[in-house]
């Protein structure tokens, strides 16, 4: 009996023993393949572009769309047609717009309130591409779309209305640009891995979470690099205050706090200077209605005071889609808040102020602050992709910069200019929390090219490749 319960025993430490190989095997394995992997942190704000940019790295470095996988994308696009259709129906009464042709007002009135239909909608049929295509050839309709930074729209809505009749067709297949233009909201975290040369890329998409970034940012330790797009396009558009989240509101009600305290000191002493007084009431109404954006303004610019250009009330646009009472004054602030002053002088002079919208760059370089803020970050390398160049060049022609950014003092209709001043904001941001052993690395891109994808990305590869060797002490 002795014996066989040594035997027994003998065989258990036998199995014991060569599970802990296994482990330590394993242990030794991800061990190396940890030595070999570049991660890589994709962030952003919503629809800037990074759904986009890792289809472009499927593309590029992965296995591609078959015809298969194209096919899923079918019933994407159809809701992605039927809901820029509606949104555009649906702002022209807002924006008070009416159809060039009385029929087509008959076909929108189907389609204005068809959101289930929408959500179910499996492809695009012929009649609903003919009625589309009608509806988007107006002289009403393309008037709106003219003015679709007053209210959220896709970027791809144009190119899918100019395909419909090949997207309507039967037996229809997307194209890879059709599936790099469709658009569906992201959200929670995602991991996608590239054999790129000896190395794995494992890129990491936080999609658009509008919760507590502080939540989970600490999360993505041992990050190699962090890939941040900013749209360039969003330089005239806005958002609802409530939909950024508290940590961004905190920061930007911050830089409002700070940028009235420099308002008022330039006031005091040009005052100083004029032998006239300002009471703090005096100084608040100015700063409420034409304060200097001392955040914004140049390095140069900060040192001559008297240079200074006032604030515009365009700098921060409200969207058309946000009914004001007749009984109230409102004009926005440097934040985007809206100042509600009512007729009656008896109440305090106190101004109050309401949510309504926000510059969406303004937001976008928020978040860019609080990511190079963040302690997990202090040596990691940023590279910037400003994205959406083509789109901006097209809003430059008619949407001057200078309206919604006054210390802009380059030419008019210049798109160069424009991304350039653009970088600059982007850039001071950087400037004021660089490290010795982190960069900024900035590129202007278009997601939608790959072949754009693909030499920039090239571009950064070394530059990633070179920062990873350092930190593990390779080189």
Same mark, same amino acid.
């Given at each position: 009996?002795?014996?066989?319960?040594?035997?027994?025993?003998?065989?258990?430490?036998?199995?014991?023993?060569?599970?802990?190989?296994?482990?330590?095997?394993?242990?030794?394995?991800?061990?190396?393949?940890?030595?070999?992997?570049?991660?890589?942190?994709?962030?952003?704000?919503?629809?800037?572009?990074?759904?986009?940019?890792?289809?472009?790295?499927?593309?590029? @470095?992965?296995?591609?769309?078959?015809?298969?996988? /194209?096919?899923?994308?079918?019933?994407?696009?159809?809701?992605?047609?039927?809901?820029? =259709?509606?949104?555009?129906?649906?702002? =022209?009464?807002?924006?008070?717009?009416?159809?060039?042709? @009385?029929?087509?007002?008959?076909?929108?009135?189907?389609?204005?309130?068809?959101?289930?239909?929408?959500?179910?909608?499996?492809?695009?049929?012929?009649?609903?591409?003919?009625?589309?295509?009608?509806?988007?050839?107006?002289?009403?309709?393309?008037?709106?779309?003219?003015?679709?930074?007053?209210?959220?729209?896709?970027?791809?809505? *144009?190119?899918?209305?100019?395909?419909?009749?090949?997207?309507?067709?039967?037996?229809? &297949? $997307?194209?890879?640009? !059709?599936?790099? /233009?469709?658009?569906? $909201?992201?959200?929670? &975290?995602?991991?996608?891995?590239?054999?790129?040369?000896?190395?794995?890329?494992?890129?990491?998409?936080?999609?658009?979470?509008?919760?507590?970034?502080?939540?989970?940012?600490?999360?993505?330790?041992?990050?190699?690099?962090?890939?941040?797009?900013?749209?360039?396009?969003?330089?005239? =558009?806005?958002?609802?205050?409530?939909?950024?989240?508290?940590?961004?509101?905190?920061?930007?009600?911050?830089?409002?706090?700070?940028?009235?305290?420099?308002?008022?000191?330039?006031?005091?002493?040009?005052?100083?200077?004029?032998?006239?007084?300002?009471?703090?009431?005096?100084?608040?109404?100015?700063?409420?209605?034409?304060?200097?954006?001392?955040?914004?303004?140049?390095?140069?610019?900060?040192?001559?005071?008297?240079?200074?250009?006032?604030?515009?009330?365009?700098?921060?646009?409200?969207?058309?889609?946000?009914?004001?009472?007749?009984?109230?004054?409102?004009?926005?602030?440097?934040?985007?808040?809206?100042?509600?002053?009512?007729?009656?002088?008896?109440?305090?002079?106190?101004?109050?102020?309401?949510?309504? #919208? &926000?510059?969406?760059?303004?937001?976008? /370089?928020?978040?860019?602050?609080?990511?190079?803020?963040?302690?997990?970050?202090?040596?990691?390398?940023?590279?910037?992709?400003?994205?959406?160049?083509?789109?901006? *060049?097209?809003?430059?022609?008619?949407? #001057?910069?200078?309206? @919604?950014? $006054?210390?802009?003092?380059?030419?008019?209709? !210049?798109?160069?200019?424009?991304?350039?001043? &653009?970088?600059?904001?982007?850039?001071?941001?950087?400037?004021?929390?660089?490290?010795?052993?982190?960069?900024?690395?900035? @590129?202007?891109?278009?997601?939608?090219?790959?072949?754009?994808?693909?030499?920039?990305?090239?571009?950064?590869?070394?530059?990633?490749?070179?920062?990873?060797?350092?930190?593990?002490?390779?080189?």
């Amino acid at each position: 009996m002795s014996s066989l319960v040594s035997c027994l025993l003998g065989r258990d430490d036998s199995s014991a023993k060569q599970i802990s190989r296994q482990i330590e095997q394993q242990l030794k394995d991800d061990k190396k393949t940890a030595r070999t992997q570049v991660k890589l942190l994709v962030l952003g704000t919503s629809e800037s572009g990074k759904s986009t940019f890792l289809k472009q790295m499927r593309i590029i @470095h992965g296995t591609g769309y078959s015809d298969e996988e /194209r096919l899923t994308f079918v019933s994407l696009i159809a809701q992605n047609i039927h809901s820029s =259709m509606r949104i555009l129906i649906k702002s =022209m009464k807002y924006l008070n717009i009416s159809f060039e042709k @009385h029929e087509n007002e008959e076909i929108a009135f189907n389609y204005e309130d068809s959101e289930a239909e929408t959500e179910t909608s499996s492809s695009l049929s012929l009649k609903t591409g003919n009625d589309f295509a009608k509806l988007w050839n107006d002289a009403g309709v393309q008037q709106c779309f003219a003015r679709r930074d007053e209210f959220q729209l896709s970027d791809s809505t *144009a190119y899918f209305m100019n395909n419909l009749e090949r997207i309507s067709e039967k037996g229809y &297949i $997307p194209s890879l640009q !059709d599936v790099l /233009r469709s658009r569906m $909201p992201t959200s929670g &975290i995602r991991e996608y891995q590239f054999d790129i040369g000896n190395f794995v890329f494992g890129i990491v998409d936080v999609g658009g979470q509008k919760s507590e970034r502080r939540k989970w940012i600490h999360c993505f330790e041992n990050v190699t690099s962090i890939i941040f797009l900013a749209a360039l396009s969003e330089y005239n =558009m806005t958002i609802p205050l409530e939909e950024v989240s508290q940590d961004l509101r905190a920061s930007l009600r911050h830089n409002q706090r700070r940028q009235a305290m420099r308002a008022k000191t330039t006031l005091n002493k040009a005052a100083s200077s004029t032998g006239f007084g300002f009471t703090n009431g005096l100084a608040g109404l100015d700063m409420a209605n034409g304060g200097h954006h001392g955040s914004s303004q140049h390095r140069k610019i900060k040192s001559r005071p008297s240079n200074r250009k006032h604030f515009s009330p365009t700098d921060f646009p409200r969207t058309a889609l946000r009914s004001t009472p007749s009984s109230l004054e409102e004009s926005p602030d440097q934040n985007g808040n809206t100042r509600k002053k009512s007729d009656d002088s008896s109440r305090s002079a106190e101004p109050s102020f309401a949510p309504s #919208h &926000i510059n969406r760059m303004k937001e976008s /370089r928020a978040l860019f602050k609080t990511i190079i803020s963040c302690e997990y970050f202090t040596n990691t390398s940023v590279i910037l992709f400003l994205n959406k160049k083509d789109i901006l *060049a097209e809003k430059i022609a008619t949407s #001057h910069i200078s309206d @919604h950014f $006054p210390e802009f003092e380059g030419p008019k209709c !210049d798109a160069e200019a424009a991304r350039n001043f &653009i970088l600059t904001k982007y850039a001071d941001c950087f400037e004021r929390r660089r490290t010795p052993k982190r960069d900024l690395y900035a @590129h202007f891109t278009c997601a939608t090219d790959t072949r754009n994808i693909k030499y920039v990305f090239a571009a950064v590869k070394d530059i990633i490749l070179k920062n990873y060797l350092i930190t593990y002490n390779l080189v």
